[in-house]
């Protein structure tokens, strides 16, 4: 056997090709969903891959109509494939908002936490607290702490990653005292804002891509909570995806 050549050893190697190819797939496969549809969406999206949501081994479709298909894996219902395409950001847009936490390394559940990220029908809306524990500026200024920075540049990479459209606001409480009659709340809110942009676009975001800064003083407190309180200090940042982002539901056949 041994003089009639290596033939075996082809067919041994591909024996072990196919166990690693099979342990690799179960091994996918049993990662929690919303890392699969990240994943997935992350590595055919750079490539403007052609593939659509049906294609290869994670099926993006939650679900199908229960009548009509006739068999037919494609929705011939409009209503439903946009449904299908909320479905699929909403699942990315709460896993970028969890990496953003670990990112920072904080807890999500803590209470008075810094920062708060709330997924939209479009997008995120992060608040970013300015508390005395951990303060995001200098008192009454609008120069960014460490930690302040810290969470900018943080930011800027997800913003920069994932190709966000930005807005940003500036708020902040009332009976705040400023040594100069000249500089109110508006401006500081203002300030703060344009000094969130200033650092975001030196880390790494499109200027193109921040579509508004507004500083709005002491006028849109936190809802039930008091004008002097803590949290009213904040900046806000509203990150709508893209068009190019959000999935379209393929023409009907």
């Not at 003089?3 to 082809?10: E, Q």
């Not at 703060?192 to 200033?198: L, P």
Request: charged residues 25%; glycine residues 6%; contains cysteine.
């Amino acid at each position: 056997m041994a003089g009639k050549g290596g033939a075996w050893k082809v067919a041994y190697a591909d024996f072990v090709t196919a166990m690693m190819a099979l342990f690799m797939v179960l091994w996918i496969c049993s990662q929690d969903k919303e890392v699969l549809v990240a994943t997935s969406r992350y590595f055919q999206t750079p490539f403007k891959s052609p593939l659509d949501a049906k294609s290869g081994i994670l099926n993006f479709e939650s679900s199908r109509p229960a009548s009509g298909s006739s068999g037919n894996k494609k929705s011939d219902d409009p209503a439903a494939n946009t449904s299908n395409a909320r479905s699929i950001d909403l699942q990315f847009l709460n896993s970028v908002a969890k990496d953003f936490f670990r990112l920072l390394n904080l807890d999500e559940s803590m209470a008075d936490k810094p920062i708060d990220v709330q997924v939209t029908s479009d997008g995120l809306r992060v608040t970013l607290f300015d508390r005395a524990r951990q303060p995001l500026f200098a008192e009454k200024s609008a120069a960014l702490t460490p930690w302040g920075d810290f969470v900018m540049q943080s930011l800027a990479w997800m913003i920069d990653r994932n190709g966000f459209n930005v807005v940003i606001e500036g708020h902040t409480r009332t009976g705040l005292d400023l040594s100069d009659p000249a500089y109110g709340p508006w401006e500081l809110s203002a300030d703060r804002a344009n000094a969130a942009r200033r650092s975001l676009v030196r880390y790494a975001v499109e200027p193109k891509l921040i579509e508004r800064v507004t500083g709005y003083g002491e006028t849109r407190p936190v809802p039930l909570s008091a004008p002097e309180a803590e949290s009213n200090q904040r900046v806000t940042l509203s990150l709508r995806l893209g068009k190019k982002d959000i999935p379209t539901p393929p023409p009907a056949p």
